[in-house]
């Protein structure tokens, strides 16, 4: 087994690069493990560099952030102080009996297809380290909605990613639905790649940044953010239709058209319908992030002000298991700023911890612009939340989970029929969440669908036992067998649930 | 230079960079496996690694994330019977290069 780093940094995200790069310059012996092929995340995705052309970086968002960041990580990782493992997921996360860490990584890109496609992948291996920042962030959070499951139909961050990583207009047409600032750049991106921009369905308000003007106050670049955004939407002419949401995605085979309803004054659609014609569909409620590895190290969790299940951080992104820090997304979603923000306080932390006393004062600065945008974050949650009820409005053969096709009638009739009243039982009786995906696409709204039935608020109870994943990854025969070999066990824990 | 790829026998151009899903789909190919349950017609959904509902077979290996594939000169792309169908569990595949969840 190779030597102990001082620390392991999982995703090379802003908060994750932040981390690394922070942690080496202090003096830490770091390893960046990341599933991408490079560095950036969801927020600085962009074409393979390899293949790079000019106009690639154009509407890179906070560009100088990260060429800044890239250029140290190379410096770092050129002169052996991080050990940089790109393409790898960690799908096993283990504490040892020493108090050092143990990852254990797969290949994102199964062997013999990167080597086709000449994508360098580092060699298999597990780090081991003795303390983790963890900076998996997270993806689009979704609501099933009838019709979700036609080709056409796709995530609003993956219809980004798309354009941003991979050139790519995934159609002619789009409607961008659901709810939260994220969906304008969605559409003025698509619009500007030159689809047209049938709508922007948003379920709530308004352009409204500001309901809570404390949070708006606290960071003044976003409003100038939504201004431009208002004034891209104008210049495109996309309609902004607020207060209103997809009943029905509309198609044979592929998506066609879909139906949508305003929202009357006591929260259900029962407002004036329409029919719009598109051939892509992007949905996105917000964004839920990935804490299979938190879990696995009995990490606690907490529901955030969105409804979403986040890992409980201190002043310091400390989680309740020792010496495992957290930040970016996986402690509630907030953007790309303050998840660069927690990267470097979790770094500074560590490396105080270990008797470098030099992060004092920036210590103290980086927890006051996390305060500050950790206000904006909650003013933005305020203004976007999912809609009370939503689940109600689901017709019987909805599709919930997309991998084993469980329906909302499914559902409906394991509670009422077969007495599944929380979602363990529901999970384990109508197997949403049991499929390839393992709960991430359906996890949040099957928590919702089963507190809903039962007429209570989802709790994070609710969640966590959704949430649980382990492997964190899909991985091949060999490498399950290995560890059986090594540990003289059957492989890993079945399910290590959320302990919290 | 432009990748020339095959799915089912047609022939899918590729910008170098691009992923085989972001291929498929520029040709228009909007899905490329069925469900197994209903048969339902299944191409990009996350676009990010997370859903698993664009698994492909790639020269051969079955189950890969088109979404996370980089495209390559010559690549054969849906040449399996794409239904999603390995056994799911942590436990066994058919073989190695078949991937196992939970
Ligand atoms: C598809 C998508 C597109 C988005 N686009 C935008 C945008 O355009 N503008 C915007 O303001 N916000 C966007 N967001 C929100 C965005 O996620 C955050 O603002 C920001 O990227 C969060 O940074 P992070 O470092 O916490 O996480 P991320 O940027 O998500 O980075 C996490 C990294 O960890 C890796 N990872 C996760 N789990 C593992 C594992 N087990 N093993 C190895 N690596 C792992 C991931 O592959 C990823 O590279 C987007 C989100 C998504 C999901
Ligand atoms: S589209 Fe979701 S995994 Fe590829």
Redesign the interface.
């Known amino acids: 087994m190779p030597h102990p780093h001082d620390v392991a940094v999982v995703g090379a995200g802003p908060a994750g690069l932040a981390a690394a790069v922070e942690a080496a310059e202090a003096g830490l012996d770091v390893a960046l493990v990341d599933?991408a092929?490079q560095p950036g995340g969801?927020y600085w995705r962009h074409?393979?560099e390899?293949?790079?052309a000019p106009g690639d970086a154009r509407g890179l968002p906070g560009g100088p952030v990260f060429t800044d960041l890239r250029a140290r990580l190379r410096a770092l990782s050129g002169s052996g102080r991080v050990r940089y493992l790109p393409g790898r997921q960690v799908w096993l996360a283990t504490r040892d009996d020493d108090g050092t860490f143990t990852l254990r990584t797969t290949a994102?890109?199964?062997a013999?297809?990167?080597a086709?496609?000449?994508?360098p992948v580092s060699a298999p291996e597990s780090v081991t380290a003795r303390a983790l920042i963890l900076c998996p962030g997270g993806?689009?959070r979704q609501l099933p909605v009838p019709g979700w499951?036609?080709?056409?139909?796709?995530?609003a961050?993956?219809?980004q990613?798309?354009l941003k990583?991979?050139?790519?207009?995934?159609g002619k047409r789009a409607v961008v639905a659901g709810t939260g600032p994220f969906l304008l750049p969605v559409a003025t991106g698509l619009a500007r790649a030159g689809a047209a921009v049938a709508a922007v369905v948003e379920a709530n308000g308004t352009l409204g940044w500001s309901r809570d003007p404390r949070g708006a106050v606290s960071a003044p670049g976003k409003g100038v953010e939504a201004l431009r955004y208002a004034a891209s939407m104008a210049r495109h002419r996309i309609p902004y239709r607020t207060g209103t949401v997809i009943r029905e995605v509309l198609g044979d085979?592929?998506v066609e058209a879909v139906r949508t309803a305003v929202l009357a004054r006591d929260g259900r659609p029962a407002g004036p319908e329409r029919e719009i014609a598109a051939d892509l569909v992007a949905l996105g409620w917000g964004f839920t992030p990935s804490l299979e590895l938190p879990l696995m190290l009995g990490a606690r969790t907490r529901l955030d002000l969105d409804g979403s299940l986040v890992v409980v951080v201190d002043a310091l992104q400390r989680s309740s298991v020792e010496g495992v820090y957290v930040a970016g997304e996986a402690t509630g979603v907030g953007g790309a700023a303050l998840a660069v923000a927690e990267g470097r306080l979790s770094a500074l932390a560590l490396a105080a911890s270990t008797g470098d006393p030099a992060g004092t004062a920036a210590i103290r600065r980086v927890r006051r612009r996390i305060r500050r945008a950790r206000r904006f974050a909650a003013a933005m949650h305020r203004a976007y939340p999912v809609p009370a009820g939503w689940p109600r409005w689901l017709p019987d053969s909805a599709v919930v989970c997309?991998?084993?096709?469980v329906t909302y009638g499914d559902l409906r009739h394991a509670h009422a029929d077969l007495g599944a009243t929380d979602p363990r039982t529901l999970k384990m009786l109508a197997r949403p969440g049991?499929?390839?995906?393992?709960g991430?696409?359906c996890g949040f709204a099957t928590a919702g669908i089963a507190s809903c039935l039962s007429g209570r608020p989802s709790t994070a109870e609710d969640l966590r036992a959704l949430s649980g994943?382990?492997?964190a990854a899909?991985?091949?025969?060999?490498e399950?067998a290995a560890l059986a070999e090594e540990t003289g066990g059957g492989?890993?824990a079945?399910?290590t649930g959320g302990s919290s | 230079m432009t990748y020339r790829m095959t799915f089912r026998g047609a022939t899918v151009p590729a910008?170098?960079?691009?992923?085989v899903?972001?291929?498929l789909?520029?040709a228009g190919i909007?899905?490329w496996r069925t469900?197994r349950?209903?048969g339902?017609?299944?191409?990009?959904?996350?676009?990010?690694?997370?859903?698993?509902?664009c698994?492909i077979t790639?020269?051969g290996?079955p189950?890969?994330?088109a979404?996370?594939?980089?495209?390559?000169d010559?690549?054969r792309l849906g040449d399996g019977t794409d239904t999603?169908d390995d056994p799911?569990g942590?436990?066994?595949?058919k073989?190695?290069?078949?991937?196992?969840?939970?």
Request: with cysteine; proline share 8%.
């Open positions: 599933a092929g969801q074409f393979d390899r293949h790079a994102t890109v199964s013999p297809v990167s086709a496609a000449s994508v993806y689009d499951d036609l080709p056409g139909v796709m995530a961050g993956g219809v990613a798309l990583g991979h050139r790519t207009l995934a085979g592929r997309r991998c084993e096709e049991m499929g390839w995906c393992q991430r696409i994943r382990t492997p899909p991985v091949r025969l060999g399950l492989g890993p079945e399910e | 910008e170098p960079g691009q992923s899903a972001a291929a789909v520029a909007l899905d469900t349950k209903e339902r017609p299944r191409g990009l959904f996350c676009g990010i690694g997370i859903c698993f509902d698994l790639v020269d290996v189950g890969e994330r979404c996370l594939v980089p495209a390559a010559g690549m999603g799911a942590p436990g066994p595949g073989e190695d290069g078949d991937a196992a969840s939970a």
